[in-house]
């Protein structure tokens, strides 16, 4: 594909699709580590009531008050989540589940209850996204890269995704230390001085904006499936977890790209005149990614499991 | 019970604990509707390495826990020589029960022993040639130098608790806090952990310890603190540990064959 064609249609959404998946796969590997993974799709189905929200206050699809309804929704479902664990004294999971499945139903009664009708609202887009129409139509070849004028009409995703992975990758190196050793051994670290309380919720905030950004741009499949698919195949590749972030990169990247380039051309070479969702098929790259690294991988068999004797 | 707790409480009272390796006063710690730990006071001598005694559910690991700030409690005072605990952190080293980490965690054994310098490395310090060298050092003293690379999973019982004693040794701490060092661990490293401990002691070091085997407190330790959610008896071994104490720490639950064994054991 010449760099006319590749550049306005295909780079803008395999860069957004790239930087989802290492934004959700960062978090994911301490999310994964600390048997919270399915936080992700918590928060996935949490937003819902917050987008809802936002829509009846502006009354219109717009970016910014959604992703803040979005997110001012995932930061209550968290705290949420921890009064209901700490005061009901009930684990994490139990929590989650009853938190995440009442924000999800009120969102649908929100969105039951008011008119969005005459508005792009729906689930095939909640879960979906529509990576495929974030293209870039000022570009004309690889020299608008570094055009400013051809800059200037960039899918408003791409830069917000982009900060938002930067973000990410920011609070991980700088967290690196404290992240590992509360991950590994809460009491010990509390001794040290780390507060875990206030990090465990940074991680899971961190997490909720991540996954936030990442619904905007590409939906909450792709969310739930870098949350857990990268970092639990890069567990089974290493076991040192300064390789497995690496790995659990390499993974989103190599799911994102081949997802992508699957999805627009993987039905054509199979002789189907439609394309598929690329979102759908970027998950479904991750998915079998994970079931190769659990066929193969070096160290997929608990070390630590009991023997038998 | 109390008329114990009482008569060892004199002796306390009249001494100066301010500058004590650990005192507590007046701690209760409760996780639901009953409390774990009741108003209790305990004062650590130091240079002693002290165990901390009583039956399973007695609330041995909830007083360390919240002595070392880990768990809250309801109400009391900790103070770490002499001063609040949250400005002594870099003076105590702590080795939780085994069982309380998932040994399948990504990590190498010089990693866990690494975690030990954290204070001293910061958010960002990097690790240099002497951090790796002060890491071998502390697993060398614990028999462990052969397994540095070694994934912890891979490791046993009794090498993973050895792993956690020479994380406590990096911080190179004045006071030593044990939740359970021996339980579930082979003669060898039993051996090798109160061999270490010994040598903290020599050094001038405080070294408290959870401690379940009520036949080994007259030949490792120097004191003992006695707890049945309340202190049951504090003080030196011959003074404390008694049948008289033990009786009471346990009630029906030790039968009366083993307090006379001990009994005997202790002349």
């Known amino acids: 594909m010449s760099g006319e064609e590749f550049v306005p249609l295909s780079l803008t959404p395999l860069l957004i699709g790239t930087f989802a998946a290492i934004a959700c796969a960062l978090p994911g590997n301490f999310l994964v580590l600390r048997k919270q993974a399915l936080i992700g799709d918590a928060i996935s189905h949490v937003v819902l009531p917050g987008i809802v929200v936002a829509f009846i206050l502006t009354g219109a699809i717009s970016t910014w008050p959604m992703m803040l309804g979005a997110a001012g929704a995932a930061i209550l479902a968290v705290i949420m989540i921890e009064a209901v664990r700490r005061l009901g004294q009930i684990e994490a999971g139990a929590a989650m589940g009853v938190v995440f499945t009442t924000m999800f139903a009120a969102g649908v009664l929100l969105l039951e209850q008011t008119d969005t009708s005459s508005v792009h609202l729906d689930v095939e887009h909640a879960l979906y996204g529509n990576l495929e129409s974030l293209i870039w139509l000022d570009a004309t070849g690889w020299a608008s890269v570094l055009d400013p004028e051809a800059l200037a009409g960039l899918p408003p995703e791409l830069p917000r995704i982009a900060l938002t992975m930067l973000g990410v990758s920011l609070f991980v190196w700088l967290f690196w230390r404290p992240l590992k050793i509360s991950t590994f051994d809460e009491g010990f670290a509390r001794t040290v001085g780390i507060r875990t309380g206030v990090l465990g919720m940074a991680l899971v905030i961190t997490a909720a904006i991540a996954a936030v950004a990442a619904f905007d741009a590409v939906g909450s499949i792709i969310v739930i499936a870098m949350f857990i698919c990268p970092p639990a195949a890069a567990r089974m590749m290493t076991n040192r977890l300064e390789t497995q972030i690496g790995w659990s990169v390499a993974f989103a990247i190599l799911s994102a790209v081949t997802g992508y380039v699957l999805a627009g051309y993987g039905p054509l070479w199979l002789g189907a005149a439609d394309a598929v969702s690329a979102a759908g098929m970027i998950a479904t790259m991750s998915g079998l990614i994970l079931a190769g690294a659990a066929i193969w991988g070096p160290c997929r068999t608990r070390a630590g499991a009991p023997s038998a004797s | ?267």
């Open chain 2, 1 to 267: 019970m109390l008329s114990l707790a009482a008569h060892q409480g004199v002796s306390i009272a009249e001494q100066n604990t301010e500058d004590r390796p650990l005192a507590i006063r007046g701690l209760t710690v409760s996780y639901g509707q009953k409390p774990a730990v009741f108003s209790v006071d305990m004062t650590v001598q130091p240079g002693a390495m002290t165990a901390i005694i009583g039956p399973n559910g007695a609330g041995k690991s909830t007083l360390l826990k919240a002595a070392l700030g880990i768990v809250k409690p309801l109400s009391g005072q900790v103070s770490v020589f002499g001063a609040p605990l949250e400005k002594q952190r870099a003076r105590i080293a702590y080795v939780p029960q085994r069982a309380s980490v998932d040994w399948d965690f990504p990590t190498r054994v010089i990693d866990v022993v690494l975690m030990g310098l954290s204070r001293q490395l910061g958010l960002l310090g990097r690790i240099r040639g002497r951090h790796m060298a002060r890491a071998m050092e502390c697993l060398n003293r614990v028999g462990m130098h052969d397994f540095a690379n070694r994934q912890i999973g891979q490791l046993s019982g009794g090498q993973q608790q050895r792993v956690f004693l020479a994380r406590a040794l990096a911080q190179d701490a004045d006071l030593y806090l044990l939740d359970e060092p021996f339980a579930g661990v082979d003669a060898a490293t039993e051996k090798a952990i109160i061999g270490v401990l010994k040598s903290l002691k020599q050094d001038g070091k405080t070294v408290v310890v959870v401690h379940h085997d009520l036949a080994t407190v007259t030949d490792y330790f120097d004191h003992v603190f006695l707890i049945n959610t309340r202190k049951v008896a504090e003080g030196p071994v011959a003074d404390a540990f008694t049948a008289e104490t033990l009786q009471s720490a346990y009630g029906g639950r030790l039968a009366t064959a083993q307090i006379d064994q001990i009994s005997r054991a202790l002349g």
